[in-house]
């Protein structure tokens, strides 16, 4: 999926569901640390790839559901890959996009009992 990543359907795809996230919920926010921000301080990460697919011709179709598409702020989006990558429970999970779910409200909830613990 790195070519898919790279290509022009991928950064059409990423301008187009920034647009459509903003119209739906009037603004946008960091999957993990639920932080308000801007389109250009956030990535967006694959839950699934559910959709995507490269033609014979060798161009890619960006068919991703909005909905397996999640904003996350580049800290937060690699800390969702360092815990995929190191976190076997994540890895026995049945889908990828269980996995990342999984991975995203656990980073979540440490994060909102760190900030309650602050309070």
């Known amino acids: 999926m ?4 790279t290509s022009t359907a991928w950064f059409r795809r990423r301008d187009q569901w920034f647009a459509l996230e903003l119209a739906r919920a009037g603004k946008l926010e960091c999957g ?3 932080k308000p921000s801007r389109k250009r301080e956030l990535e967006l990460h694959h839950l699934d790839y559910t959709g995507v697919q ?3 011709n060798g ?3 960006a068919g991703e559901k909005h909905e397996d598409l999640v904003c996350l702020h580049p800290r937060c989006h690699e800390w969702v ?3 995929l990558d190191n976190d076997p429970a994540s890895g026995a999970a049945i889908t990828r996009r269980v996995a990342n779910e999984r991975v995203i409200a656990r980073l979540r909830n440490k994060i909102i009992g760190y900030l ?3 309070r």
């Open 54 to 56: 490269q033609l014979p």
């Open 59 to 61: 161009r890619w179709v």
């Open 2 to 5: 790195t070519d898919y990543l």
């Open 81 to 83: 890959h360092q815990a």
């Open 32 to 34: 993990v640390c639920m």
């Open 116 to 118: 309650g613990g602050l």
